[in-house]
């Protein structure tokens, strides 16, 4: 969907879910530079700003959130492209702003910025949540499959959402700095300095929150595997006690088995009853002897 807005500086050309043929369209219509069709309509382009001194253009690629809630990140790239005259924009329906009187193609930039930083702070909410859950998971010494596959998917969560929102930080920086660049014609009055000083700071935010939770599910992360480990620990410790008195009745039966006489109580009606006894009292001495000096 194509949709032409005028702005009090410019012509706002605002595409929405667009296909190609209306990328194509659009850019041959206002003449504008042929690369910029390869730069909307690549899903992998990463987030940079980049003014073309002979073309006389810039371009801005933020990186958004396209996924849900409760799904694995996702992120598309939304394509700013503007000139002095004209500022063209590419996106998902999700990422639409109600056009405000009187502004101009900043303001529109501006309030397109915040609107993406949104979804990655409802996806911080959420990405809390679970961690909270996880932190307060009063089965900690019972860890399944299940609690270790959310973790790892939350590591993988924050990994992506860590490495967008730098990625949309040094954009948003680059586009700062370039109003200082005598070479770039762009320029910010008082209120679009504070403007875009603001959606700077909504940015760094998210990226320090997601960096707090990242540290955090590490931290458990670790935490259930000092668990695990101290639970197959004490697994093998049973075990190993187990093969050990066990081991112990084949051992005296096999004394009293090889029909040796001179044996104790070998020719008694009770030597059956004396190789129980003799076998119990092993048991206990080894198991006095484990408890006592290896902290059965």
């Not at 008694?268 to 484990?290: A, D, E, K, Q």
Request: aromatic share 10%; net charge negative; charged share 25%.
């Amino acid at each position: 969907m194509r949709k032409i807005h005028n702005l009090v500086d410019s012509t706002w050309v605002e595409l929405v879910d667009a296909d190609t043929s209306e990328v194509v369209e659009s850019i041959d219509d206002y003449k504008l530079p042929n690369i910029l069709k390869g730069y909307m309509l690549d899903a992998h382009e990463h987030s940079r700003f980049e003014y073309d001194n002979v073309k006389k253009y810039s371009v801005l690629i933020i990186r958004s959130l396209e996924s849900g809630q409760d799904e694995s990140v996702k992120t598309s790239p939304v394509v700013v492209a503007f000139t002095d005259k004209l500022i063209i924009t590419k996106s998902s329906s999700r990422y639409r702003i109600k056009q405000e009187s009187r502004c101009n193609k900043f303001d529109v930039i501006f309030n397109i910025l915040q609107k993406i930083n949104k979804p990655y702070m409802n996806k911080l909410d959420k990405i809390n949540e679970s961690v909270e859950r996880l932190q307060n998971n009063p089965h900690k010494n019972h860890i399944n499959n299940r609690s270790l596959n959310n973790i790892a998917i939350l590591k993988s969560d924050l990994v992506y959402l860590k490495t967008a929102t730098a990625a949309n930080i040094m954009s948003i920086s680059q586009l700062q700095k370039s109003s200082d660049n005598f070479d770039i014609p762009v320029s910010f009055n008082q209120r679009q300095d504070q403007h875009i000083d603001d959606v700077a700071v909504e940015y760094n935010e998210s990226k320090y929150m997601f960096d707090v939770l990242d540290e955090v599910v590490s931290q458990i992360e670790d935490t259930y595997s000092n668990i695990i480990n101290n639970n197959l620990n004490e697994i093998m410790k049973v075990l190993t006690v187990w093969s050990l008195i066990l081991a112990i009745p084949p051992i005296i039966s096999g004394f009293y088995g090889m029909n040796v006489v001179t044996l104790p109580f070998a020719n008694s009606v009770w030597s059956w009853f004396f190789t129980l006894v003799i076998t119990v009292i092993i048991i206990y001495v080894m198991l006095y002897y484990l408890k006592k000096h290896h902290d059965l």
